[in-house]
């Protein structure tokens, strides 16, 4: 009797063994991913594509949070969000969480090359060709007189969560040009945007990769060549010739959480193999926010589309 | 000077001369001000010698200190506490939000109309479907479910906190004047100075969300619930005490019900500044529309159009339903008999069956995922992307109307305006405002006055906070020219209060960006669009306070001025102006605080200055800049507070 009792015992922890084994092989197959999505057009189009590919492939479920840029930091160190697909130089966080914390890794690079650079319309290139570089623009400084910059040239800032150092750049280039703050980035595309329309000289901080891009002809006034220790942070103050260079090239940066990276999930390394170019990137942003199409329809399509690198993002 | 004046009241000397009046000194000041700014226009900037410029490094290490401690394996109990908080909140939210799921639209959609039908009445039930129904007709179910459990989670929670400190507020006057400070800074302090903070505390997520939406919801609902048992007559009082009643049988059977109208408004207000949080909390975690807005912003303004629509609608819908809720469960109006009793609590058992049947068939026919798909989001979105289109087109008459405004405005009104502000030597300007405060309110704010000028001088934001201040002053001005009368109109007429009611809850709730950028393509210039976001979203808190103070001014008073042969005019004037002083007083002090509340807004739209500042400071996480830009606002607002406070607060320690 007690035999058969501490048998059935053995039988039950044995099929309770197998159950638990069962959901622990499905847990390590993939389990739960959490994506962060940031506001502009490439993140989604980063998020999206990443986000059926582990669906489709692994079988993950992936959450999207929308965290702000710097607080998903703390997020990912939190573990609350396990990756985020394009960063553009948070310096500091990478200091604090990367370098000194550990409780961010690095993920590798996503492939695209970010721009930022001056700006204005093409056709405006075209009637001024001496706008192709910054001595053009200081003669012609005046063209871009409005309202709001009194006898000086305007200059549209850029959005204050980006990098930007216009202000500085400037005076050190002892340019005619008032420099307009005007917000976050839809109030600056609506401010250029009325003016392109409108046939008219605007000149305006901008980047790419960007979905616009697609609509908009663009062209960059080349600044003055990099040169060694020429700095790019205006908050760090200082003599304004040190920044008298053009803004670097960015090489953007994905990054996990510790906890994610060493959870073992296959989806760590679709997330460190990802990594596509300016033109996948734009197509899918473009067909997202341009066409307005659901984004995981878009990514879909490009997905279908592009199966090798898929598969090489998958290991395959 | 008081006793001078009393004296003259008495004894009636000759009038002085106007120069020599109030006003006329005034004038010289600003006059003198004036000189000042001509004869050294941008020679006398703040000295470096001045400010503290480590300031901003200090706290930016503070904040890296915390971090590292946060970010530990075992963080003391200090941050566990914290921790604990958060996931408690999280929870609070998780747990609604997927009873909403399980329930599925079918199940939630019943469940919140029966709940509004049994204790709020057919129409407020016909109104809560109205707004289920268009959620999932504008195919944002998901994200409005987050928002609304969300919502609901904080305003419960600062009404918890919020009445009941509202409540010893208005029979303290020791709490009132030790709490207003703390509520000024709550409410003008922008959330993205603190959002890192609160991160670093809290995490992201729904608990982190909650508690920003905390800091903003709980000072309208003290301040209005304190203003209502203020005004609760102080001889009925009297008179409850004189029967024998305890302080709290006072409080409970005679303040509280006859401030009844104040403690609706401070609910609804509540739930109005709750809803217009839901932007900045997803900016942290907090899910559901506001992050459909942010990223609606950047790539599918039409998208961000129809989240801010939900907002409305769901604030909307709150409010009346919580209303009919309050009116329906009135003591003084409900009357049970035991066979009326017995059926509600029939009714209360049909509801629920009916929930679960809902809940069932919702299950059965997969109404949580087939049907989600089924909306009518795309055809909605080409509607409002057709006329954004109109708008943001520059060939059409209305352009070529609103860009030459605009213009004209920059050129000719505030630009040379914040050149005045901006460029006038520090001296002029800071003796210039502490005499004025001096003349206007008195010595005491006189010195607040000068200290806060100094502050701001020593934070190094002179040069952004005066130019803050050049457009805060004409938001402020233009908020009180519509607020006031808007206000006073409204108590007289009931027809106009219908009118303004859900354009007014429109202004507090919808996300000013959503309106506002498309109001940039129409008019591409800097500062007006701040301006008016700040005026939009000032006046309608204006306008509530102004029209309950008036119409809570008692029918005595007005009876007996009628009964004088007094007009209908004069009586506004002569009586219920006079009396609803405070509730004035208090839409003044609310109006300004909230054109300060959204500079930061202006930064995001080309006002620049300081509420750039704060935005770049949680962005690019320069901490410590984003809080000096705060603080500099903060003080910005108690000195202007100072300046127009006048000699009024001589009254507070009569009232009770």
Request: a negative charge; hydrophobic letters at 55%.
């Given at each position: 009797m007690k035999a058969r009792v501490g048998g059935l015992l053995v039988a039950a922890l044995v099929v309770a063994a197998a159950l638990a084994g069962g959901s622990a092989a499905a847990k390590a197959s993939c389990g739960t991913v959490t994506l962060n999505e940031q506001a502009w057009a490439g993140s989604t189009a980063n998020t999206y594509v990443v986000k059926n590919v582990l669906e489709q492939s692994l079988k993950c479920k992936v959450n999207i949070t929308k965290v702000a840029e710097v607080p998903v930091y703390q997020a990912m160190a939190d573990g609350k969000t396990d990756a985020i697909l394009e960063d553009w130089g948070h310096v500091p966080q990478w200091a604090q969480y990367v370098t000194k914390q550990k409780t961010v890794v690095r993920a590798g690079a996503n492939g695209v090359k970010g721009v930022i650079g001056w700006y204005v319309p093409t056709y405006l290139m075209k009637q001024h060709p001496e706008l192709k570089t910054w001595t053009g623009l200081k003669k012609d400084a005046t063209l871009f007189k409005s309202p709001e910059s009194g006898s000086q040239g305007m200059f549209l800032g850029g959005d204050p969560s980006y990098q930007q150092k216009d202000q500085t750049l400037i005076k050190a280039l002892g340019l005619n040009l008032k420099f307009v703050s005007v917000g976050a980035e839809p109030a600056q595309v609506a401010r250029w945007e009325q003016l392109y329309k409108q046939k008219k000289p605007v000149l305006f901080y901008w980047y790419d990769p960007q979905y616009l891009n697609a609509t908009y002809q663009l062209s960059q006034i080349q600044l003055p060549k990099r040169f060694k220790g020429c700095l790019d942070d205006e908050k760090q103050g200082g003599n304004p010739k040190k920044y008298a260079c053009a803004y670097p090239s960015y090489t953007l940066l994905k990054f996990m959480s510790k906890k994610f990276a060493t959870s073992g999930s296959p989806a760590v390394g679709v997330v460190k193999r990802f990594s596509w170019s300016n033109a996948d990137q734009n197509t899918v942003a473009k067909m997202i926010a341009g066409d307005h199409m659901d984004p995981d329809k878009a990514a879909q399509k490009w997905i279908a589309a592009n199966k090798a690198k898929v598969n090489k993002w998958l290991g395959k | 000077m008081a006793v001078v004046e009393a004296a003259g009241r008495i004894a009636t000397p000759a009038r002085r001369p106007w120069w020599r009046s109030r006003t006329g000194l005034a004038l010289a000041i600003v006059a003198g001000m004036a000189i000042a700014f001509f004869g050294w226009r941008n020679q006398v900037v703040w000295p470096g010698s001045l400010t503290w410029n480590a300031l901003a490094h200090h706290l930016d290490k503070f904040q890296?200190?915390?971090?590292?401690?946060?970010?530990?394996?075992?963080?003391?109990?200090?941050?566990?506490?914290?921790?604990?908080?958060?996931?408690?909140?999280?929870?609070?939210?998780?747990?609604?939000?997927?009873?909403?799921?399980?329930?599925?639209?079918?199940?939630?959609?019943a469940l919140g109309v029966l709940v509004v039908l049994r204790f709020g009445g057919r129409r407020a039930a016909l109104g809560t479907l109205g707004a289920f129904a268009s959620f999932a007709l504008m195919g944002l179910w998901e994200s409005s479910m987050r928002t609304f459990a969300l919502t609901i989670a904080s305003v419960s929670l600062s009404l918890a906190i919020g009445l009941p400190l509202g409540v010893l507020a208005g029979r303290s006057d020791r709490f009132q004047r030790a709490i207003t400070p703390v509520l000024d800074a709550m409410q003008i302090v922008p959330a993205f100075a603190y959002l890192m903070p609160i991160v670093l505390l809290f995490s992201v997520g729904p608990g982190a969300a909650v508690v920003t939406t905390l800091i903003y919801a709980v000072p309208p609902a003290i301040r209005i619930t304190s203003l209502g048992i203020r005004g609760v007559p102080t001889n009925t009082v009297e008179a409850a005490s004189a029967l024998g009643a305890t302080r709290r049988q006072t409080l409970a059977k005679v303040q509280l019900p006859l401030a009844r109208r104040m403690l609706l408004l401070a609910v609804n207000q509540t739930i109005l500044f709750a809803l217009s949080m839901v932007v900045i909390a997803g900016l942290i975690g907090g899910q559901g529309l506001g992050d459909v807005v942010t990223s609606g912003l950047y790539s599918n303004p039409a998208l961000a159009m129809l989240a801010g629509a939900a907002i409305v609608i769901m604030a909307i819908a709150l409010d009346r339903a919580t209303e009919a809720m309050a009116n329906r469960t009135d003591p003084a109006h409900r009357h049970l008999t035991e066979g009326k009793q017995k059926r509600l609590r029939l009714f209360t058992l049909a509801c629920a069956a009916a929930v679960g049947l809902a809940a069932g068939l919702g299950h059965a026919l997969d109404a949580g995922s087939v049907w989600a798909r089924w909306t009518g989001q795309p055809w909605l979105l080409r509607q409002v992307q057709s006329a954004l289109d109109y708008v943001q087109n520059p060939s059409t008459f209305i352009f070529h109307i609103t860009n030459p405004i605009g213009n004209f405005i920059v050129e000719y009104g505030l630009g040379p305006l914040r050149s005045f502000f901006v460029e006038m030597p520090w001296p002029a300007m800071t003796f210039g405002l502490a005499l004025l405060a001096f003349l206007l309110s008195?010595?005491?704010?006189?010195?607040?006055?000068?200290?806060?000028?100094?502050?701001?001088?020593?934070?190094?934001?002179?040069?952004?906070?005066?130019?803050?201040?050049?457009?805060?002053?004409?938001?402020t001005v233009l908020t009180m020219l519509v607020g006031i009368p808007l206000g006073v109109w409204a108590a007289e007429s009931r027809w106009t209060r219908r009118v303004l009611?859900?354009?007014?809850?429109?202004?507090?709730?919808?996300?000013?960006?959503?309106?506002?950028?498309?109001?940039?393509?129409?008019?591409p210039v800097s500062i007006v669009p701040g301006v008016i976001a700040g005026v939009l979203y000032a006046s309608p808190v204006v306008i509530r306070l102004v029209e309950a103070g008036v119409r809570e001014v008692s029918p005595h008073s007005v009876e007996a001025a009628g009964a004088f042969g007094a007009t209908r005019l004069q009586t506004l004037v002569k009586v219920k102006i006079p009396l609803a002083r405070e509730a004035i007083m208090l839409g003044v002090?609310?109006?300004?605080?909230?054109?300060?509340?959204?500079?930061?807004?202006?930064?995001?739209?080309?006002?620049?200055?300081?509420?750039?500042?704060?935005a770049q400071g949680l962005q690019q996480s320069l901490f410590g800049q984003g809080v000096l830009a705060s603080v500099a606002i903060l003080a910005l607002g108690i000195a202007l507070d100072r300046v127009t406070q006048g000699r009024r607060r001589k009254r507070v320690g009569d009232l009770v």
């Open positions: - | 890296i200190w915390l971090s590292d401690h946060r970010n530990v394996p075992h963080p003391s109990v200090f941050f566990r506490a914290f921790n604990e908080l958060a996931t408690f909140l999280d929870n609070i939210v998780g747990w609604l939000t997927s009873l909403f799921f399980k329930l599925t639209w079918a199940g939630t959609t008195g010595l005491r704010p006189a010195i607040v006055t000068l200290v806060m000028l100094t502050v701001i001088g020593l934070t190094n934001e002179w040069t952004p906070a005066m130019d803050t201040l050049s457009q805060v002053l004409v938001a009611r859900p354009i007014l809850d429109v202004l507090q709730t919808l996300p000013q960006l959503v309106y506002i950028i498309p109001f940039i393509y129409l008019m002090n609310q109006g300004m605080i909230m054109v300060l509340a959204v500079v930061v807004i202006g930064g995001l739209v080309g006002s620049g200055a300081l509420g750039y500042d704060v």
